[in-house]
C-alpha cells in the first residue's frame, strides 16, 4: 500500500482503528480521488471493482449527500445490491464512515472491523484522523518554475544528467528541485510526484 509522506503517524493510527480494514478517497474532484489509499483484503477489492460497486456503494451515496460522521449501521440508504451485506461476508461486518471538505473536493474515508459496532470515542477519532488527512493532502496551487521544470524533464523522459544540462545546473542542484517538488506533492518518488502533479494540473 503506497502512503502519504509525513503522515505516517496518522495513517498508523487509523490502520489500528481498522482491523478489518480502511478506504481513503481524498479530495475527489470529477468522481476521482487525487489520492487513494486502502488496506481492506485483495479478495474484497478486486470483486468490489469487477461489480462497479463504486457507482451503487450506499456509502458513497451518503459521503456526498451529508458530512459527518456515522456508523455503517446507522446509514439508511437503500442498498440493492446488497454491497453492505457482502461486505460482511468479507469480514467488514461493522464499520464507520466519515465525510469532509467541500462537493467539489469531498474526502471520504471509512473504517472496519468484525467484532462489534465502533464506540463514540472511536468514531471521533476516525472522522479527526480522516479531517486532519484531508487538511494535509490539500493540493498545492502552483510549483515554482524551478520545481515545474525539473520534473517536467523527467517527465520528458530525460535522465537526470542530461535533465540537468538542459536548465545549466549539476545534477546535485537537479535533484534538490525534484526533492523539493516531492516534498511539495507530498509524494515518496519522483514517478508519484509527476502524477500528482499531472493529476492537480500543475504540469
Not at 481513503?24 to 486502502?38: A, E, K, N, Q, V
Not at 451485506?85 to 468484525?114: D, F, H, W
Not at 490539500?138 to 515554482?144: A, D, G, I, M
Not at 515545474?148 to 523527467?154: F, K, M, N, P, S
Request: aromatic share 8%.
Amino acid at each position: 500500500m503506497s502512503r502519504i509522506i509525513g503522515l505516517d503517524n496518522e495513517l498508523h493510527r487509523l490502520e489500528a482503528l481498522s482491523p478489518s480494514g480502511y478506504f481513503l478517497g481524498m479530495h475527489i474532484r470529477f468522481t476521482s480521488p487525487l489520492i487513494t489509499l486502502r488496506t481492506y483484503s485483495q479478495e474484497w477489492q478486486d470483486h468490489y471493482t469487477a461489480n462497479v460497486y463504486v457507482v451503487r456503494d450506499p456509502l458513497i451515496a451518503w459521503a456526498f449527500s451529508k458530512k459527518g460522521v456515522n456508523r455503517w449501521s446507522e446509514i439508511k440508504i437503500p442498498d440493492p445490491f446488497n454491497i453492505m451485506g457482502q461486505a460482511a461476508e468479507y469480514g467488514m461486518k461493522y464499520g464507520v464512515a466519515v465525510s469532509c471538505g467541500p462537493l467539489g473536493s469531498r474526502s471520504i474515508g471509512t473504517a472496519s472491523r468484525n467484532d462489534r459496532e465502533y464506540n463514540d470515542e472511536e468514531m471521533a477519532e476516525v472522522k479527526r484522523l480522516v479531517e486532519y488527512l484531508h487538511e494535509k493532502t490539500e493540493p498545492p496551487e502552483s510549483l515554482t518554475q524551478a520545481q515545474q521544470e525539473a520534473l517536467g524533464l523527467i517527465a520528458a523522459g530525460h535522465r537526470h544528467a542530461e535533465a540537468a544540462a538542459r536548465l545549466g545546473i549539476s545534477e546535485s542542484a537537479l535533484k534538490v528541485r525534484l526533492t523539493s517538488a516531492r516534498n511539495r506533492l507530498l509524494a515518496r518518488t519522483t514517478a508519484e510526484a509527476i502524477q500528482r502533479a499531472k493529476d492537480y494540473r500543475l504540469l
